[in-house]
Nanobody
Framework: QVHLVESGGGSVQAGGSLRLSCAAS????????MAWFRQAPGKEREGVAA????????YYADSVKARFTISQDNAKNTVYLQMNSLKPEDTAMYYC??????????????????WGQGTQVTVSS
């Protein structure tokens, strides 16, 4: 059974940084397409970053390009989201997702996706 545990969220001031972690068990992240999503109150969940199995492909939403970086540590079976230059509009619940069916186009295949429980990020102005 796939189990994803996010950590690293918190409250920061605008311009600050946070690093989110997603520790996986039950599946190997290096063989999966991994993604970070976020959902702010009253808004739809949106994909902000993704990395294909092996790390050959990455995706970043326009709103986070040049500020966020997705990476993975295969030895720890963990995926990270480094978030720099945070803005109040980055405030949201952040979710890690594992897609065992790989990459298609410019993102992870939606089918078969597993989700973590989320970690809250709050950025104050």
């Amino acid at each position: 059974q796939v189990h994803l545990v996010e950590s690293g969220g918190g409250s920061v001031q605008a311009g600050g940084s946070l690093r989110l972690s997603c520790a996986a068990s039950g599946y190997t992240v290096s063989r999966s397409c991994m993604a970070w999503f976020r959902q702010a109150p009253g808004k739809e969940r949106e994909g902000v970053a993704a990395i294909s199995a092996g790390g050959d492909n990455t995706y970043y939403a326009d709103s986070v390009k040049a500020r966020f970086t997705i990476s993975q540590d295969n030895a720890k079976n963990t995926v990270y989201l480094q978030m720099n230059s945070l803005k109040p509009e980055d405030t949201a619940m952040y979710y890690c997702a594992l897609s065992p069916w790989g990459w298609i186009g410019s993102f992870c295949v939606a089918g078969g996706r597993h989700w973590g429980q989320g970690t809250q990020v709050t950025v104050s102005s």
